[in-house]
């Protein structure tokens, strides 16, 4: 496939990646936001084009705001790897890709730009309008794979995109006095605790037991809706953040 025609009037070029399949006859019903990581754009677009790398995503956001089409919708890219969500193990299958242009943690994760941003609230409002796709299927590459990627990141507007009818957004509740689960906790709490992350999406089985997965997807969750404090512990704050977005996931 040498070119195609866009999915959406905002794509300013097409740029075909030959990496993708058929999307196993499912529908997409998610969007998945990723950072490119890498420290140039060109660089991160020729690996997401070339065949070796096996990696693709649909949409591509520069900083200044253009949009690049690499695969249409309707087939599967390849951009969540390993992943799951609500026991879902073929994310790639079921979402749309957009990849954003940015070095990531790597290169000190620099704040993403005014027009970036906008053009990445515009892009999911125009796929949510003709996929019918619910702001609780709006996810982060971290939220998918938790400890085996940590993009968008901590900096990403998620508030910013929820006023604008992209995704889901909670006030995160501040640090506070109360009972603090970490690493090695045993007990009712503990599985409490992994019940309500699994009940949001996250791959997490109900063991009563804090072991390093269950650290991996606290940290995961803090880093989508409470970055100001990522440490793996699920102290009072954190658990209510987590009962604040249980109603709404």
Known sequence: MDSFAPDSSLVAFVQASPNHGDRRGRAPDCIVLHYT???TAEGA????????????SHYFVFEDGRIAQLVPEERR???AGRSSWFDDTDLNSASIGIEIVNPGHDGGLPLFPDAQIDAVIALCRDIIARRAI???RILAHSDIAPGRKVDPGKRFPWARLATEGVGLWREPAPDMPGLVIGFGA???A???LQRDLR?????????GVFDARTK??????????RPQRIDGIAGAGTRATIAAAAPIA
């Not at 009940?199 to 063991?207: K, M």
């Not at 991996?216 to 809706?225: G, I, K, L, S």
């Open 186 to 188: 045993t007990g009712a």
């Open 190 to 192: 503990v599985s409490a």
């Open 37 to 39: 990581g890498m420290p």
């Open 134 to 136: 619910t702001p609780a």
């Open 216 to 225: 991996t997807v606290v940290e995961a969750f803090q880093r989508r809706w």
């Open 199 to 207: 009940a949001l999406g996250y791959g997490l089985e109900e063991t």
């Open 77 to 79: 890219a390849w951009h």
């Open 45 to 56: 677009l020729a690996q997401l084009c070339n065949t070796k790398t096996e990696v693709s």
